[in-house]
């Protein structure tokens, strides 16, 4: 059992560069989350989802957009990186209020 | 808005000593409350939770946590700490929506 499963682990990018980070879970949770984790500011979250088709702001969305087609996929887009968006990007889902949390993609922006 | 605060951000303890680390949460209702362990490079696994009921709160690997209302506090306790729990420590609270909100953490050094 997988779990919750990103890719890529890693990437640098340029500034003005785009990429996604793909979210893949395989426990049929309805809610998916994207938070980013930098030292000493804990993990923030970025954008959520509470089913397929669904997506909404959370406490840092700009500069990020996301999509959720389907149940066990949700995709966090960056369409234009800055330095700002280095950092160590988390997704989780869950069912009941736990979160089940994914190893981290590690972002630097160049 | 739901908030928690870790007072702590390093906490030094001695192997087999004992192990508190401070939680306090912002929230008007019953809360529902979390303790998250991150190794190195690794991500988050769930130490415990609470909902309601018994206010004392069992977890992983010999973890426990005290919901105390009147001071609006979610401990996280250990009697005797190894060298493999040093590791960053997060308290969560569940927010009106869907997710969670997450203290800054507090990090954990275990010395021999």
């Known amino acids: ?110 | 808005a739901q908030s928690v605060t870790q007072p702590d951000i390093h906490i030094t303890v001695s192997e087999g000593a004992s192990l508190e680390l401070r939680c306090n949460y912002s929230y008007g209702a019953t809360p529902y409350l979390f303790w998250y362990v991150q190794s190195p490079g690794q991500g988050l696994q769930l130490l415990l939770k609470y909902f309601s009921g018994d206010t004392l709160v069992q977890g992983i690997k010999g973890f426990e946590a005290e919901f105390k209302r009147s001071q609006s506090s979610f401990n996280l306790r250990k009697p005797s700490v190894h060298w493999s729990d040093a590791a960053e420590y997060f308290c969560a609270v569940k927010n009106s929506g869907y997710a969670l909100n997450f203290g800054k953490g507090t990090s954990l050094l275990v010395t021999p």
């Open chain 1, 1 to 110: 059992n997988a779990g919750v499963t990103q890719t890529p682990k890693f990437r640098v990018l340029k500034t003005g560069q785009s990429m996604t980070l793909l979210c893949a879970q395989d426990m049929n949770h309805e809610y998916m989350y994207w938070y980013r984790q930098d030292p000493g500011m804990g993990l923030r979250l970025i954008h959520y989802s509470v089913g397929e088709g669904t997506t909404a702001k959370g406490e840092v969305p700009d500069g990020y957009n996301v999509s959720r087609l389907k149940k066990q996929n949700f995709l966090l887009g960056l369409e234009s990186a800055a330095p700002s968006q280095t950092s160590v990007y988390f997704c989780a889902s869950s069912f009941t209020g736990e979160l089940f949390f994914g190893e981290g993609s590690r972002l630097t922006v160049l």
